[in-house]
């Protein structure tokens, strides 16, 4: 049986120590949900948003089985060998072992000035916006650039725990760096640039305007990266590289 706590928060010390603002966001209670082995004492958690599913505790195949979204694709990660073991045993085929890239988030540590010249590079044939209501809908409307606001239920709750900025070239979006998703004193970062507009810098212009947009509000923007382009772009705009782990990704 497999429950979904009401109360986030019991499943803290399972996740005890982890940097995460994935995790942090579902303990919160602002996005996401906590689901486990048993509500009243839980002994196996998973930590669900969006696209990726944290497991902790002890090994649970039910719950490692367990989807409350359907989704034909994930990404599971943990902190113990005798989990990733159990995701193995489960999704056999289906699981694809991948590397990450963990940032370490220290906030006070980004150079204005060096991001401000980052944004100052934008050609003029382009334009540089936040994102908007009207954006907002926009780009969940694109398969591109969903993922800058698809997590949040409503503009109002973007506006609440999330923020972006896109480039647009025509009036169309053709590089942003957005909210993936929020807690309670930051964001996650999301960033990309569309396929054909890539190695133009944009992605970088972005990612500066957004760490910058951060400070001013007083929150940190916590990176973690997919792949070594990601780590790369990360530690230019004054990021500092902490470890590998791995994750899988489930296509079901």
Request: with cysteine; charged share 30%; hydrophobic share 35%.
């Amino acid at each position: 049986m497999i429950d979904l706590l009401n109360e986030p928060k019991k499943a803290a010390p399972l996740f005890d120590g982890w940097q995460e603002t994935l995790i942090w966001s579902c303990l919160q209670g602002v996005m996401g949900s906590i689901y486990v082995d048993d509500a009243k004492e839980p002994a196996s958690a998973m930590a669900v948003l969006g696209d990726f599913y944290f497991l902790s505790g002890k090994p649970n195949r039910e719950l490692t089985l367990y989807d409350p979204q359907q989704k034909a694709f994930r990404i599971m990660v943990s902190r113990d060998r005798a989990i990733d073991g159990c995701i193995e045993a489960c999704y056999q085929e289906k699981a694809k072992k991948v590397t990450r890239y963990a940032i370490k988030k220290e906030p006070g540590i980004f150079d204005k000035e060096r991001l401000q010249s980052f944004t100052d590079r934008l050609p003029s044939e382009y334009d540089m916006k936040m994102i908007d209501e009207a954006l907002f809908l926009r780009l969940s409307k694109i398969d591109w650039c969903r993922d800058f606001v698809i997590q949040y239920q409503d503009y109002n709750r973007y506006k609440k725990y999330g923020m972006g900025v896109v480039i647009l070239k025509d009036g169309e979006p053709v590089s942003g760096a957005s909210s993936y998703s929020g807690y309670l004193g930051g964001i996650e970062v999301e960033i990309g640039t569309r396929e054909d507009f890539r190695r133009k810098g944009l992605a970088c212009i972005c990612g500066a305007k957004l760490v910058l947009e951060c400070m001013e509000r007083g929150l940190y923007p916590s990176w973690d990266a997919q792949n070594l382009w990601s780590a790369a772009l990360a530690q230019k705009l004054g990021y500092h590289f902490d470890k590998e782990y791995p994750a899988y990704e489930i296509y079901l």
